[in-house]
């Protein structure tokens, strides 16, 4: 836990087609931390649409965030075009290095993965990409949330709240995540247990692998390029 007189700098990355749960999910946790500033930051300071078409806004541009301490990569199917933009891993690279923790949601761990930072990291993602941690050095661990030392890694959407709320305990300490949990009303009773590839009924979970099928591929191909310039040489894991 850190000092609650330590004042934190938590910022949050937003790009083209980020899946806006991903963000705005932690967000609601991270921004109720006390004695903390909590921003979002672009690639530039211009407005994107997430990939369902609502409109978010960047404080500022990623050229202009200080360090933070508190490093948060959603992901999403815009993504997949941030995999191989020099600009934005160069950033999280340096933001990672001077950083208390970082917390990565959903496939943001694959932009995590690409900037070179999941190398021996215990880490999960949502469901779809989950067999390509390996292609980034990372330790794939099928939970919910999982934690390797300063790093926070949630695995798919939804998932963000429940890492946001770890997180919180982890700088904080439990009470003051808990006041948050409490103030959020977050007591999940969802009306269908469908929610893992585990739980799911069979035609569900093909009918889901089919409208994921596309950016499932591009991820691959993508995630065998940036293998090789990681210099790892690894086979996608089987799915679930």
């Known amino acids: 836990m850190i000092s609650p007189d330590t004042h934190l700098e938590i910022g949050s990355l937003l790009f083209e087609g980020i899946d806006q749960i991903d963000l705005t999910g932690p967000f609601e946790v991270l921004s109720r931390i006390p004695n903390a500033t909590c921003r979002i930051y672009g690639k530039t300071a211009e407005p994107v649409r997430d990939v369902k078409g609502l409109i978010l806004t960047p404080d500022a541009a990623i050229a202009d965030a200080p360090q933070l301490d ?5 992901g999403g199917f815009g993504q997949e075009s941030l995999m191989e933009d020099e600009a934005v891993l160069a950033w999280l690279r340096s933001q990672a290095a001077g950083a208390r923790s970082v917390f990565s949601v959903c496939t943001g761990a694959l932009i995590c993965g690409a900037a070179g930072l999941l ?6 993602t949502h469901w779809a990409s989950f067999d390509l941690l390996p292609f980034f050095g990372a330790i794939p661990v099928d939970e919910r949330v999982v934690l390797d030392g300063s790093w926070v890694f949630a695995a798919g959407v939804t998932a963000g709240i429940d890492g946001a709320l770890r997180l919180a305990a982890e700088l904080r300490g439990e009470e003051v995540a808990k006041a948050i949990q409490l ?22 979970l093909e009918q889901a692998r089919a409208s994921v099928a596309a950016i499932t591929e591009r991820r691959t191909a993508t995630a065998r390029r940036v ?12 799915q679930p």
Do not use: Q
């Not at 508190?70 to 959603?74: A, D, E, R, T």
């Not at 190398?119 to 999960?124: E, L, M, P």
């Not at 103030?183 to 569900?204: H, I, K, L, N």
């Open 119 to 124: 190398k021996g990291r215990r880490a999960t």
């Open 183 to 204: 103030y959020m009303a977050y007591a999940p009773e969802p009306p269908f247990d469908a929610g893992t590839p585990e739980r799911a009924p069979a035609a569900v």
């Open 70 to 74: 508190i490093l948060h990569v959603p």
């Open 227 to 238: 293998a090789a310039k990681l210099g790892l040489t690894v086979e996608a894991m089987s």
